[in-house]
């Protein structure tokens, strides 16, 4: 790569490190105080905060930029998912960014000189019913359309692919085909925040953690810059990269969104040994499965179905989820759990995301992720820099502008209508 | 799990219960301009600490409740009956 990290990461310098037994790394980043102006501050160290501040640095030129987290960095969202990537959309807008992310995902470890584990082992939908199998079909068609790899599967091949699954007429909802993404896949999540961090940093954008935003400034209906619980930070541009608290923060600017928090929480099992090499979803409940490089099984399921800001939550999600795995998975019935978490969601009221500008001038907002933020990290983080560069919204953002509920504009991928919970 | 207290039946489990959403909303007159619509069926406050919000008893006696809830600590404050139709409600 042509940044300025200081050491690259590469088998000679791995090499070179065990002579003195990885005592000398140097860090990966700098813990800078911050600056009392930047040109470009962006509100939320995840992911797509992360992924911003490497874009406006790398494929724009503005390094003069802060990147301001409350916590640590990947802390919320970024290391709270079930890790799952895939461009398996059905509606021309999600299908074309989606598949413009995937692709990033395909060259990122390289991109960033840091190895994100980026699976590429598949993603199977289930259908469960003829009905079901038909609107898979249309998607895959619309998918393969877009350019996007989709295939129709039969029970036959979803049994060969997934041995494990119970695919026998006895099953509570009999497995009618799948929809298969063979590209879809997953990485590890915490891998993406910290090489996007260390990679934006040696272009000398400033990565300030542990400090809160507690206030949007602003001078005849623009932001002047930013107070934090460390100072004031004066910029002209700010961008919001704070999915499950988008609704929070862009009040202070005086913006109310399209938006409810929720909460949506996540499991691992015990670790076992190689049982499944795709990642699953159940078609008849909400349910998803893959299997980590550990060997434990991750999973989640829908939400807890209240506004909560509290990244945590209560069991009768969790027993909804083991229900959905027990059905799918005979032999999970016998399997422990060893850890379960909680994020916060920002929930549209179409369960598409808000990338653009707002009605306050300089102030950019990236949230509304709804479940599916992670897989949109590096493809956000493209979009948003080109938003935030060139004061307009980015072709691949256009549609998923705040102004589309007003014009009716809405992107309903499961047609569930103006009920956050719902998407 | 949230106990939440119906008025009618007492304290019961969540799962008995349906979430019904935003408790504050005032549904628009039907010549109300479209902004006005805009907001009541799109915009949220979506606070950050206490939330008036609608449950549904729907495994119970069906009854409508208003629960006054935060939603960082989950403690329910408070829950009074809904007097129907909600949507018709004066601010």
Same mark, same amino acid.
């Given at each position: 790569?042509?940044?300025?990290?200081?050491?690259?990461?590469?088998?000679?310098?791995?090499?070179?490190?065990?002579?003195?037994?990885?005592?000398?790394?140097?860090?990966?980043?700098?813990?800078?105080?911050?600056?009392?102006?930047?040109?470009?501050?962006?509100?939320?160290?995840?992911?797509?905060?992360?992924?911003?501040?490497? /874009?406006?640095?790398?494929?724009?030129?503005?390094?003069?930029?802060?990147?301001?987290?409350?916590?640590? !960095?990947?802390?919320?969202?970024?290391?709270?998912?079930?890790?799952?990537?895939?461009?398996?959309? =059905?509606?021309?807008?999600?299908?074309?960014?989606?598949? +413009?992310?995937?692709?990033?995902?395909?060259?990122?470890?390289?991109? !960033?000189?840091?190895?994100?584990?980026?699976?590429?082992?598949?993603?199977?939908? !289930?259908?469960?019913?003829?009905?079901?199998?038909?609107?898979?079909?249309?998607?895959?068609?619309?998918?393969?359309?877009?350019?996007?790899?989709?295939?129709? *599967?039969?029970?036959?091949?979803?049994?060969?692919?997934?041995?494990?699954?119970?695919?026998?007429?006895?099953?509570?909802?009999?497995?009618?085909?799948? *929809?298969?993404?063979?590209?879809?896949?997953?990485?590890?999540?915490?891998?993406?925040? +910290?090489?996007?961090?260390?990679?934006?940093?040696?272009?000398?954008?400033?990565?300030?953690?542990?400090?809160?935003?507690?206030?949007?400034?602003?001078?005849?209906?623009?932001?002047?810059?930013?107070?934090?619980?460390?100072?004031?930070?004066?910029?002209?541009?700010?961008?919001?990269?704070?999915?499950?608290?988008?609704?929070?923060?862009?009040?202070?600017?005086?913006?109310?969104?399209?938006?409810?928090?929720?909460?949506?929480?996540? &499991?691992?099992?015990?670790? !076992?040994? %190689?049982? =499944?090499?795709?990642?699953?979803?159940?078609?008849?409940?909400?349910? /998803?499965?893959?299997?980590?490089?550990?060997?434990?099984?991750?999973?989640?399921?829908?939400?807890?179905? /209240?506004?909560?800001?509290?990244?945590?939550?209560? =069991? %009768?999600?969790?027993?909804?989820?083991?229900?959905?795995?027990?059905?799918?998975?005979?032999?999970?019935?016998? *399997?422990? &759990?060893?850890?379960? +978490?909680?994020?916060? &969601?920002? &929930?549209?009221?179409?369960?598409? %995301?808000?990338?653009?500008?707002?009605?306050?001038?300089?102030? /950019? *907002?990236?949230?509304?992720?709804?479940?599916?933020?992670?897989?949109?990290?590096?493809?956000?983080? +493209?979009?948003?820099?080109?938003?935030?560069?060139?004061?307009?919204?980015?072709?691949?953002?256009?549609?998923?502008?705040?102004?589309?509920?007003?014009?009716?504009?809405?992107?309903?991928?499961?047609?569930?209508?103006?009920?956050?919970?719902?998407? | 799990?949230?106990?939440?207290? @119906?008025?009618? @039946?007492?304290?019961?489990?969540?799962?008995?219960?349906?979430?019904?959403?935003?408790?504050?909303?005032?549904?628009?007159?039907?010549?109300?301009?479209?902004?006005?619509?805009?907001?009541?069926?799109?915009?949220?406050?979506?606070?950050?600490?206490?939330?008036?919000?609608?449950?549904?008893?729907?495994?119970? @006696?069906?009854?409508?409740?208003? $629960?006054?809830?935060?939603?960082?600590?989950?403690?329910?404050?408070?829950?009074?009956? $809904?007097?129907?139709?909600?949507?018709?409600?004066?601010?």
């Amino acid at each position: 790569m042509d940044s300025g990290i200081v050491q690259k990461y590469s088998i000679i310098s791995l090499a070179r490190h065990a002579l003195t037994g990885h005592r000398n790394w140097p860090r990966a980043w700098r813990d800078p105080e911050p600056k009392s102006a930047y040109d470009v501050v962006i509100i939320g160290g995840g992911g797509h905060g992360l992924a911003t501040a490497y /874009y406006l640095a790398k494929e724009h030129g503005i390094a003069n930029v802060a990147v301001i987290e409350k916590g640590w !960095l990947g802390g919320g969202n970024t290391g709270r998912n079930t890790t799952i990537v895939r461009s398996n959309y =059905l509606l021309p807008a999600n299908a074309h960014f989606y598949e +413009w992310s995937l692709k990033l995902w395909e060259g990122l470890s390289a991109e !960033l000189n840091y190895n994100v584990m980026f699976s590429q082992r598949g993603v199977l939908n !289930l259908a469960h019913s003829d009905a079901q199998l038909d609107a898979y079909a249309r998607r895959g068609n619309a998918m393969r359309l877009h350019g996007i790899d989709a295939e129709l *599967l039969t029970p036959g091949q979803v049994h060969e692919m997934v041995p494990l699954l119970d695919c026998s007429d006895r099953a509570r909802f009999p497995i009618a085909g799948g *929809l298969l993404q063979p590209r879809g896949g997953t990485a590890r999540h915490d891998a993406v925040a +910290w090489g996007y961090a260390r990679a934006a940093d040696s272009y000398g954008v400033d990565i300030i953690q542990n400090c809160e935003v507690i206030g949007i400034e602003r001078d005849g209906g623009r932001v002047v810059g930013v107070e934090t619980s460390r100072g004031r930070i004066k910029a002209d541009k700010i961008g919001i990269a704070v999915a499950g608290n988008s609704g929070h923060v862009a009040a202070m600017a005086g913006i109310r969104l399209p938006i409810e928090s929720h909460l949506l929480q996540a &499991m691992v099992s015990e670790p !076992l040994k %190689p049982m =499944l090499d795709t990642v699953v979803t159940f078609g008849a409940g909400h349910f /998803y499965v893959s299997q980590s490089d550990k060997g434990e099984l991750v999973m989640g399921g829908d939400l807890d179905m /209240y506004n909560s800001y509290a990244q945590r939550g209560n =069991l %009768p999600a969790l027993e909804e989820v083991a229900t959905g795995g027990a059905q799918l998975f005979p032999i999970m019935t016998r *399997l422990r &759990m060893m850890r379960h +978490w909680g994020g916060v &969601m920002d &929930m549209t009221m179409d369960g598409s %995301p808000i990338i653009g500008t707002l009605p306050v001038g300089g102030l /950019y *907002l990236d949230g509304g992720w709804c479940y599916g933020g992670f897989k949109a990290t590096p493809g956000s983080g +493209w979009v948003f820099a080109d938003t935030i560069a060139q004061d307009r919204p980015h072709p691949l953002c256009e549609a998923f502008s705040l102004e589309r509920f007003a014009r009716g504009a809405t992107i309903d991928e499961k047609g569930a209508g103006p009920t956050p919970n719902a998407h | 799990m949230l106990l939440i207290e @119906c008025p009618w @039946c007492g304290a019961r489990d969540q799962t008995e219960f349906t979430y019904g959403g935003d408790g504050t909303l005032v549904r628009p007159a039907n010549t109300a301009p479209m902004a006005a619509w805009h907001e009541y069926v799109y915009l949220r406050d979506n606070p950050r600490g206490r939330h008036t919000e609608l449950w549904q008893h729907t495994s119970g @006696c069906r009854q409508w409740l208003r $629960v006054v809830r935060d939603t960082m600590t989950h403690e329910i404050s408070a829950s009074s009956p $809904v007097e129907l139709p909600f949507g018709d409600r004066k601010p």
